[in-house]
């Protein structure tokens, strides 16, 4: 009963740790003998014979531990990564192939404009069709990820309004906000004003109207939003925003759910971020870099971030003669080899392929969701766009809370979907399947999870003690947090 | 679920206990029971001021982190120095040992629209009830 594995085994063992294997005296190489006098003349007390604890090893046993422990990498090229409001999805392999191409990778960053015209050229057309996606009229690529972009649009927000002599000192952000727009915000110097969502999952104008006074400088709205659920009440908003002065800030991480289908400009946006490592496939997850483009309407162009890439005459120079603008955000142009990638991923699916990219992310959300929610709680009825978020209230009545649910989807081989996240759903399990997976997948996670929600009515303990199959068992995530071993030291004698 | 007489509750869970001028505040079991684990605690220095209904200090658990609000207005003049070593304290005695700061109050009216414990109890179970309703709901589609 307890064992069972449709997906990737990780019953694997844990391999020792690299200072408990070797044997004192054995190495991988061997040093020449000392010749000549150099030694001595470097003082004795900063020589040593002996790092203490330090691992003693032949090569073929350090090759054969780092690869195992490469075997326990969890990795979309290996399986399913569900993990809610970070479209975990796949990321084409042209991309990469793309982005190495000499005439990309071997530029010199600071190659005049004229030696790297196809470069530059590039990034405007990437500008353009990233600006076209979203319905924008400008595009700065400079932001080197979503926060960052989260930054600069604020920035450009406060440039204009301090431009019309009407600074503002307020930001108004949704209680479903990624973390960030209220970080963000703190950061630019703004004063954090938090509204809370309706019952329904969704940020109402008249919630905003009670909050939007002269001293808000934005709104920032997440469309769809951490839910998964569509703010339908979006131009309504913006209206009561723009009626008092304000701006809307659209964090554009969900985008997935958008592409080809509906355009923020459209919606009253006025300044909005993109990750390009979720949406515009990217690699992510590994540390980045990532990318987070920065749209604007055309009122607000002369505030982006300079250098900007111009065209004149048939070719692109790079200009930095803005006075209103906020300056540089990012060395060089932003991360290059990043927006290469973009560019192969949006020009090789073209805006039919993006359409239907972004249409089968809703339909695999909604297909899990309805294959799901006799076993889960929803935590909103409404359908959903991208992912889909539960709750473990059913699972509750048996004492199995999310943290167990997500420790069972290990033994069952899946990588578990984002846990207690939003924050206004109390124990939520945020799944967000992606484009790139097909129905085998997702009907193998879904009949996991639906065991699991068996087991825990029937064997709470089981659920409880999970996982059995990993590594390592249930780990303590209390004491780690609290008292840290962040490094490994010899074993005192 | 306890819910102590004496002391006076916030809809934000936390609770004071009023000693002449000076507040001594905490968060109550039902907030502790929702955050699981507590793995860390930022608390404000003494001296520092408080103003009611801003967030003094946040405490963080294995799930999220919670910004802690005022539910009065003063100074610090007392913190808990054992919470840094010891977050744990906060689950096993939010009541006692696991209280938060000391507060000199500025103004003992900031305690009028503070919630009696009977009030309180009263708060938190319609709080469940509401997340019990919205369950029942969902069972019956």
């Known amino acids: 009963m307890s064992e069972h594995s449709p997906g990737t085994d990780l019953r694997r063992s844990a391999p020792p740790l690299i200072f408990e294997s070797g044997s004192p005296g054995r190495s991988g190489f061997f040093w020449p003998e000392e010749k000549g006098e150099g030694g001595e003349k470097i003082p004795s007390e900063l020589l040593r014979d002996d790092i203490p604890g330090f691992p003693e090893l032949g090569e073929l046993e350090v090759l054969r531990h780092f690869t195992r422990l490469s075997h326990l990498n969890y990795a979309i090229e290996s399986q399913f990564y569900p993990l809610g409001s970070c479209t975990m999805k796949y990321n084409p392999k042209v991309n990469e192939v793309v982005a190495r191409l000499p005439g990309f990778s071997s530029l010199h960053p600071l190659a005049p404009p004229e030696l790297i015209q196809g470069a530059l050229e590039l990034l405007y057309e990437l500008e353009e069709m990233l600006a076209e996606i979203s319905g924008m009229a400008h595009v700065t690529l400079q932001p080197a990820a979503g926060a960052q972009g989260e930054l600069t649009g604020l920035m450009v927000i406060r440039a204009c309004l301090r431009e019309r002599s009407n600074p503002r000192r307020k930001i108004i952000v949704p209680d479903t906000a990624h973390g960030t727009n209220p970080a963000s915000s703190t950061l630019c110097g703004y004063e954090v004003v938090q509204i809370s969502s309706s019952n329904r999952g969704m940020v109402e104008a008249a919630k905003v109207a009670e909050v939007m006074d002269e001293e808000v400088a934005a709104l920032m709205l997440t469309n769809p939003n951490t839910l998964g659920i569509f703010e339908k009440n979006i131009q309504e908003i913006a209206e009561v925003v723009h009626k008092k002065g304000g701006l809307v800030y659209l964090d554009g991480a969900n985008l997935n759910a958008l592409m080809g289908i509906a355009k923020p400009g459209d919606m009253g946006v006025d300044v909005l971020h993109i990750n390009l490592h979720k949406t515009f496939s990217t690699p992510h997850g590994g540390g980045g870099p990532g990318a987070g483009p920065v749209g604007v309407k055309s009122f607000l162009r002369d505030f982006l971030p300079v250098p900007r890439i111009l065209k004149k005459d048939g070719s692109f120079v790079l200009r930095e003669d803005f006075a209103k603008s906020v300056g540089r955000v990012r060395s060089f142009f932003g991360n290059f080899g990043i927006l290469v990638r973009a560019y192969a991923y949006i020009i090789s699916l073209g805006s039919d392929g993006l359409e239907e990219a972004s249409r089968m992310a809703l339909l695999n959300a909604n297909y899990l969701r309805k294959k799901l929610e006799g076993a889960y709680q929803l935590a909103y009825p409404e359908p959903c766009m991208h992912e889909c978020v539960f709750t473990d209230r059913l699972q509750q009545r048996h004492g199995v809370a999310t943290l167990d649910i997500a420790k069972r989807l290990l033994d069952y081989g899946f990588h578990p979907p984002t846990i207690y996240f939003p924050l206004v759903v109390s124990g939520a399990l945020m799944i967000e399947p992606t484009e790139t997976e097909n129905r085998e997948i997702l009907d193998a996670f879904a009949d996991a999870m639906n065991s699991i929600a068996r087991e825990a009515k029937e064997h709470p303990d089981l659920v409880k003690g999970a996982p059995y199959t990993t590594p390592v068992g249930r780990l303590d995530e209390a004491r780690a947090a609290r008292k840290p071993v962040l490094r490994w030291e010899p074993a005192k004698e | ?141």
């Open chain 2, 1 to 141: 679920m306890e819910y102590p007489e004496g002391l006076k509750f916030t809809k934000e869970h936390e609770w004071v206990l009023v000693e002449d001028q000076v507040a001594i505040i905490g968060i109550t079991e039902y907030a502790e029971q929702e955050l699981g684990d507590v793995v860390y605690v930022e608390l404000p220095e003494v001296g520092e001021k408080i103003v009611k209904d801003d967030p003094f200090g946040a405490v963080e658990s294995v799930k999220a982190v919670s910004d802690i609000y005022a539910p009065v207005s003063g100074t610090v003049v007392e913190v808990n120095d054992t919470l840094p070593d010891s977050p744990e304290t906060i689950n096993d005695d939010p009541y006692g040992d696991g209280w938060l700061i000391k507060v000199e109050m500025t103004d003992k009216d900031d305690l009028k629209d503070l919630m009696s414990a009977e009030e309180y109890a009263e708060y938190v179970e319609q709080q469940k009830a509401e997340e019990d309703g919205e369950e029942e709901s969902e069972d019956e589609e």
